[in-house]
């Protein structure tokens, strides 16, 4: 017997993000005083309305096994919050299919949807999952650098220059992980129309779609018209809005014979999302008075960007970041500290975390390590104080440095 594994697993890596928030917990419950900036997890805790809903699931005996896909209430809920989002377009319950997070249902789509010799494009700077989700589904990722003059974003020419006849997909983050940025309508119908054009499917992970400092919800596939979206897979989820993460329910809405495909596919891996989680996610997803948690989270958050960006802007002029528009993240460049010496992400966080006990990710993680990406979901006292950790750092770090 070798310990040799799969070729299945032949590119596995785990999860950077999920690691360093280990890590952060661990040192925390040894003792030490470490800020976890690291993790993209909301403080809140969930609203009320949807755990008593899960707890009260749990005493009905909701707890043998679900519908595969999904209980009809919970899709029937997401539907028509998909529906209210994008000023009351037509979305079909049937094409719902909900899984245990949304890390699942992108697994399933890109499972579902491509394998050995297709090609798959992922906008670079990209949330950790992706690549290795591609990889998983045999299919080769290929990583679209992101323009720097636009937020880290790519155009449609940016799509282009990399696509072959093999290319099948692309996975699309707006709001984005790692960077904050938010693509406008006329962007999200460019390439779409573009896809379109190249009969290409789009992943749109849309889980950040709530969590927006522009005019309500940030723009959506959803907003285009039915005849763009052939070959498009919605993904959402209560983890970010709901703050229930640790609930594990998200949900893709595809063309119904690709829903059935990705139902047909958890049925042999999971038999569906946890059952009482389930009717929690449905109350989160229907009830307005989860609304009004919902606006009152996404107030904070903005209050935080607002002091985050003013305290860098003012405190460390220097440091380029990318303008954050939604999501919780900012999305900073350290490589260019000091002058002659580029830092790395990674060698950045080492530091900062032994230094000053602050976790945040490197950028390498998402595709590019000259960068640093920082969580502010956490409580206004934490975030003022890893801001005051981490000033002091860059300032210790150029002084050494240049000396
Ligand atoms: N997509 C993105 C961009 C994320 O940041 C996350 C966070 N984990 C997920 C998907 C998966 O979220 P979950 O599985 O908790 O729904
Ligand atoms: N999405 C969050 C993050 O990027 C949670 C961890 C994960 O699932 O990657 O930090």
């Known amino acids: 017997m ?23 917990k661990r040192r925390k419950a040894a003792g030490e005083d470490v800020l976890d900036l690291g993790v993209g997890e909301p403080d809140f805790d969930t609203p009320y309305a949807a755990t008593e809903a899960g707890v009260q699931a749990i005493r009905d005996g909701k707890t043998r096994y679900p519908p595969n896909i999904g209980i009809a209430e919970l899709r029937k809920a997401i539907a028509g919050n998909l529906s209210g989002l994008s000023a009351g377009r037509a979305v079909d319950p049937d094409a719902i299919v909900v899984s ?51 937020s880290l974003k790519v155009s449609v020419n940016d799509l282009e220059r990399h696509t072959d006849k093999l290319v099948r997909g692309l996975i699309l983050c707006s709001p984005c992980n790692p960077t904050g940025a938010v693509y406008t309508l006329t962007e999200l119908k460019a390439i779409a129309t573009w896809a379109q054009k190249h009969d290409i499917w789009i992943i749109a992970d849309e889980i950040y779609r709530r969590i927006n400092y522009g005019p309500g919800a940030a723009p959506s596939f959803l907003d285009l018209p039915d005849d763009l979206l052939g070959r498009t897979v919605v993904i959402t989820g209560a983890s970010k809005a709901y703050a229930m993460t640790g609930w594990r329910i998200g949900a893709a809405l595809a063309p ?13 891996t999971t038999t569906g999302a946890n059952h009482p989680a389930q ?41 380029e970041f990318v303008d954050p528009v939604g999501a919780f993240y900012l999305f900073f460049r350290v490589d260019g500290i000091v002058p002659r010496t580029p830092v790395t992400g990674q060698a950045f966080c080492e ?30 006292k934490d975030l003022d104080g890893a801001l005051d950790r981490i000033f002091r750092f860059i300032g210790s770090l150029a002084s050494s440095r240049a000396a």
Not at 256 to 268: F, G, N, R, V
């Open 2 to 24: 070798t310990d040799r594994l799969s070729a299945n697993l032949a590119h596995l890596k785990a999860s950077e993000t999920v690691a360093i928030s280990t890590e952060a």
């Open 100 to 150: 245990s997070g949304s890390k699942q249902s992108l697994f399933n789509a890109c499972f579902s949807l491509f394998g050995p010799k297709d090609k798959v494009l992922i906008p670079m700077p990209a949330w950790v999952s992706y690549p290795q989700i591609v990889h998983l589904s045999r299919a080769e990722p290929v990583m679209v650098p992101g323009d720097v003059e636009w």
């Open 256 to 268: 119904p014979y690709l829903a059935k495909a990705m139902a047909a596919l958890q049925s042999h």
């Open 279 to 319: 009717w929690a996610a449905a109350t989160a997803f229907s009830t307005p008075g989860v609304e009004d948690d919902v606006v009152h989270m996404v107030a904070a958050f903005r209050r935080r960007r607002d002091r985050l960006v003013a305290r860098f802007r003012g405190e460390v002029p220097g440091i």
């Open 351 to 380: 530091q900062l975390m032994q230094r000053e006990g602050v976790a945040l990710v490197p950028g390498g993680a998402f595709g590019d390590d000259r960068w640093v990406r920082l969580s502010y979901a956490v409580s206004e």
